[in-house]
């Protein structure tokens, strides 16, 4: 089911023709040419600190990614604070967590989002042990 975007923070999406989704295309490119001999299958965005604009980043390269006509996945890996559902109005009961613990297929918890070709594996409910699931063989598996 698609779902209306219910978050300014999606300005790729949203405004498409501003200089702030321009620089998000041009990250796009920087990002593709910085390993030209080798293709991209993953790109991590991480920092020391909360409120330095993560979400908020991912969220609009996975959306340039898509509208270029690759199939994206967006993983929301923050299983203590998770956000992406929120951001593209998703349901969190079941994500990361569920699938690493084994309640549940990969398939069956990725998200189909508003935005065509991006689909988005949310975090799930919050596990009492986040670093052991991130460590896990099934995490490694899964990626």
């Not at 321009?22 to 409120?51: C, F, W």
């Not at 969220?59 to 994206?72: D, F, M, P």
């Not at 109005?89 to 084994?102: A, H, I, M």
């Not at 975090?123 to 042990?129: A, F, I, K, T």
């Amino acid at each position: 089911m698609r779902r209306s975007i219910n978050d300014r923070s999606l300005i790729v999406s949203v405004n498409p023709n501003s200089p702030i989704s321009e620089a998000y295309r041009l990250l796009r490119t920087n990002i593709h040419y910085s390993s030209i001999d080798q293709p991209l299958k993953t790109v991590m965005v991480t920092s020391a600190q909360e409120g330095e604009g993560k979400t908020t980043t991912i969220s609009n390269l996975a959306i340039t990614y898509a509208q270029e006509g690759k199939n994206v996945l967006l993983i929301d890996m923050d299983m203590r604070k998770p956000s992406l559902h929120r951001i593209f109005s998703q349901s969190n009961r079941q994500g990361l967590s569920t699938v690493l613990t084994g309640h549940i297929s990969v398939q069956d918890a990725i998200q189909d989002t508003m935005v065509s070709q991006l689909s988005l594996l949310p975090s799930g409910p919050v596990p009492s042990n986040p670093t052991d699931l991130i460590d896990s063989i099934a995490m490694r598996e899964l990626l």
